[in-house]
Nanobody
Framework: QVQLVESGGGLVQAGGSLRLSCAAS????????MGWFRQAPGKEREFVGV????????YYADSVKGRFLISGDNAKNTMYLQMNSLKPEGTGVYYC????????????????????WGEGTLVTVSS
């Protein structure tokens, strides 16, 4: 089993920044790619970005490209989501998630089929 724990959410004004963390642990933890997703009130969960632990591959949704950055600390088994120039439409619960095996390629679908999910952390962007 793998446990994912997000932290770092909060209230921020539009144009501000936040950094979210996702700490991974558990006997089944392996360095498979990890993704970030968000779900706005009343909306479907959507893909934000994904990164391999080596940093060799990162991919972002067009809506956050150039403003958000995913990084990782392998020593701490933690991925980070740095969010800059936040917009009110960025309000929502942010989740990190990971597959249990290599080969997952449906990141842009909103994470359908991913095996491990955190509980989420709430980000509120005020206008």
């Amino acid at each position: 089993q793998v446990q994912l724990v997000e932290s770092g959410g909060g209230l921020v004004q539009a144009g501000g920044s936040l950094r979210l963390s996702c700490a991974a642990s558990g006997p089944s933890f392996t360095r498979l790619p990890m993704g970030w997703f968000r779900q706005a009130p009343g909306k479907e969960r959507e893909f934000v970005g994904v990164r391999t632990w080596s940093g060799g591959v990162t991919y972002y949704a067009d809506s956050v490209k150039g403003r958000f950055l995913i990084s990782g600390d392998n020593a701490k088994n933690t991925m980070y989501l740095q969010m800059n120039s936040l917009k009110p439409e960025g309000t929502g619960v942010y989740y990190c998630a990971a597959p249990s095996a290599w080969g997952y390629n449906a990141w842009a679908t909103g994470g359908s089929g991913l095996d491990y999910w955190g509980e989420g952390t709430l980000v509120t962007v005020s206008s």
